[in-house]
């Protein structure tokens, strides 16, 4: 049972990102996302109601909630899917399996832990992987400025994630179960991407094409709702540290995709960064016998 939840995590969160890839076109990057969570909410909360396992909020724990919906469920997802119309989702998701690092140093920053020399170590291969995986862009006469648009729209990203499991860890502290955090974050997330959309004018069109269509019923289904019921289930059996393999793992999975479908080339020196950018990760997580 831990095997397949953990697979499927890795297989669901690997492909989300192509998934962002197909959902970009005619629609608007606010239109695309606040179509995603909006989707995702309107059916995570009917069916945690029915199932009575939508845990009762005090109403001063929602301003908590709301602000995870902030960074996980609308802030981070804008920068990512902006980040993906300058560099392609695999490598996107590269950078994103560096939350682990920011992880970190938010902890100290935030709860005051100490940040472990293995954190440092994980931060430099992360940076030397990431340099690898990016040399073409950031070398030659001319810089590349799309590529690192996308660079620092993806790391932003992260950054909003990194904050957001910061208040998540505050929710689960102070008694609100996961699930039911998600599900009202994903609402929260929703209705603040209608905000911004109102308020700059974005106009709110309706999904075109198939393609679209698929993408959005599968990151809103699979990549949201189940995606994130399977790791936390993983989470309960396994623990946070365990379960968190998956990270270290779905990059894999990401640039395959990209691979397939946007033209990544597996050059010597990508494989490489992204060996020392995985390397990074497993540094964070197994336990010092096994590093």
């Given at each position: 049972?831990?095997l397949?939840?953990?697979?499927?995590t890795?297989?669901?969160?690997?492909?989300?990102?192509?998934a962002?890839?197909?959902?970009?076109?005619?629609?608007p990057?606010?239109?695309?996302?606040?179509h995603?969570?909006?989707l995702?909410?309107?059916?995570?909360?009917?069916?945690l109601?029915?199932?009575?396992?939508?845990t009762?909020?005090p109403?001063?724990?929602?301003?908590?909630i709301?602000?995870?919906?902030?960074c996980?469920?609308s802030?981070n997802?804008?920068?990512?899917?902006?980040?993906?119309?300058?560099?392609?989702?695999g490598?996107?998701?590269?950078?994103f399996?560096?939350?682990?690092?920011y992880?970190?140093v938010?902890?100290?920053?935030?709860?005051?832990?100490?940040?472990?020399?293995?954190?440092?170590?994980?931060t430099?291969?992360?940076?030397?992987?990431?340099i690898?995986?990016?040399?073409?862009?950031?070398?030659?006469h001319e810089?590349?400025?799309?590529a690192?648009?996308?660079?620092?729209?993806a790391?932003?990203?992260?950054?909003?994630?990194s904050?957001?499991?910061m208040?998540?860890?505050?929710?689960?502290?102070?008694?609100?179960?996961?699930?039911?955090?998600?599900a009202?974050?994903?609402?929260?997330?929703?209705?603040?991407l209608?905000a911004i959309?109102?308020a700059?004018?974005?106009?709110l069109?309706?999904?075109?094409?198939?393609?679209?269509?698929w993408?959005?019923?599968?990151?809103?289904v699979?990549?949201?709702?189940i995606?994130?019921?399977?790791y936390?289930?993983?989470?309960?059996?396994?623990?946070?540290?365990?379960?968190?393999?998956?990270?270290v793992?779905?990059?894999?999975?990401?640039?395959?995709?990209?691979?397939r479908w946007?033209g990544?080339?597996?050059t010597?020196?990508?494989?490489?960064?992204?060996?020392?950018?995985?390397a990074?990760?497993?540094?964070?997580?197994?336990?010092?016998?096994?590093?």
């Open positions: 049972m831990n397949s939840l953990f697979l499927a890795v297989l669901i969160w690997g492909t989300t990102w192509i962002i890839a197909f959902q970009l076109g005619p629609v990057v606010l239109v695309a996302v606040f995603r969570f909006a995702a909410a309107v059916l995570m909360l009917p069916a109601m029915l199932l009575r396992r939508l009762p909020v109403l001063r724990q929602h301003r908590f709301l602000l995870q919906g902030i996980l469920f802030l997802f804008i920068c990512f899917y902006n980040a993906t119309r300058f560099i392609p989702s490598l996107v998701s590269v950078i399996s560096l939350a682990t690092i992880n970190a938010n902890a100290r920053l935030i709860f005051g832990e100490r940040v472990k020399p293995r954190a440092l170590l994980a430099a291969l992360g940076a030397a992987g990431l690898c995986l990016f040399a073409p862009e950031l070398t030659g810089v590349n400025a799309e690192l648009k996308g660079i620092g729209l790391a932003l990203g992260t950054l909003f994630f904050l957001g499991n208040v998540s860890r505050r929710n689960s502290a102070a008694g609100i179960p996961p699930l039911t955090a998600n009202w974050g994903m609402g929260y997330g929703a209705l603040i209608l959309i109102t700059t004018g974005t106009p069109m309706a999904p075109e094409g198939g393609r679209y269509l993408a959005l019923i599968y990151l809103s699979v990549g949201s709702i995606g994130f019921t399977t936390l289930m993983l989470v309960q059996r396994i623990g946070t540290g365990r379960a968190a393999y998956a990270t793992c779905f990059p894999v999975i990401a640039l395959m995709a990209s691979a946007e990544f080339i597996w010597p020196l990508a494989v490489a960064g992204l060996a020392l950018t995985l990074g990760n497993a540094v964070m997580f197994l336990p010092q016998r096994q590093r």
